[in-house]
Antibody
């Protein structure tokens, strides 16, 4: 059974750096094709994809947030960590991590979708 | 960047109704599109991937179709458990974009 759980501070101050941890079980990020993403959702708003890390340590970021985000993994601990710098009240949101499932495309390359999600962790940015 | 739109933004329907939600991409995404259902206070749940493939365990009343820039999610007979918000999501060039969501509420 695949599970993911997000953890981190519930409250951060403006300009601080947020560090979130996704702890997962039921799969290994050292297995070819495995990936984990972070997604967030401000209160009452839509989902926003943030970042992705692959089994081979490739990393991809939302272009609009790239300068503030860093994603990393600790395969031995089954954890993925997301840091976001210079937090602002507009970053108040529920932050989710999700496992990506892969389909190998016939013409080459891969297609990914988010098949298992964590329950999310709520982060409020306020002084 | 590829932008996603959904219509309608809100849909009022009754149990038993056939419901269709449309998702459009600003450029072709082939069939690299997924649909998610989200209930208040809960994480999203995968319904459809690769435009029309039903995720295991998802009721067969849900179906997806489309390719290129226009996609639809259809619920053949709306059930009480289906009142929720639905998001489409595209995958292209290693990144993802979600649509703004469609809320299905009780008429």
């Amino acid at each position: 059974q695949v599970t993911l759980r997000e953890s981190g501070p519930a409250l951060v101050k403006p300009t601080q750096t947020l560090t979130l941890t996704c702890t997962f079980s039921g799969f290994s990020l050292s297995t070819a094709g495995m990936c984990v993403s972070w997604i967030r959702q401000p209160p009452g708003k839509a989902l926003e994809w943030l970042a992705r890390i692959d089994w081979d340590d490739d990393k991809f970021y939302n272009a609009s947030l790239k300068t503030r985000l860093t994603i990393s993994k600790d395969t031995s601990k089954n954890q993925v960590v997301l840091t976001m710098t210079n937090m602002d009240p507009v970053d108040t949101a529920t932050y989710y991590c999700a496992r990506l499932s892969r389909i190998v495309r016939a013409g080459g390359g891969n297609y990914y979708y988010m098949d298992v999600w964590g329950k999310g962790t709520t982060v409020t940015v306020s002084s | 960047d590829i932008q996603m739109t959904q219509s309608p933004s809100t849909l009022s329907a009754s149990v038993g109704d056939r419901v269709t939600i449309t998702c459009r991409a600003s450029q072709s995404v082939g069939t690299w599109l997924a649909w998610y259902q989200q209930k208040p206070g809960k994480a999203p749940n995968l319904l459809i991937y690769k435009a029309s493939s039903l995720e295991s365990g998802v009721p067969s009343r849900f179906s997806g179709s489309g390719s290129g820039t226009e996609f639809t999610l259809t619920i053949s007979s709306l059930q009480p458990d289906d009142f929720a918000t639905y998001y489409c999501q595209q995958y292209n060039s290693y990144t993802f974009t979600f649509g703004p969501g469609t809320k299905v509420d009780i008429k």
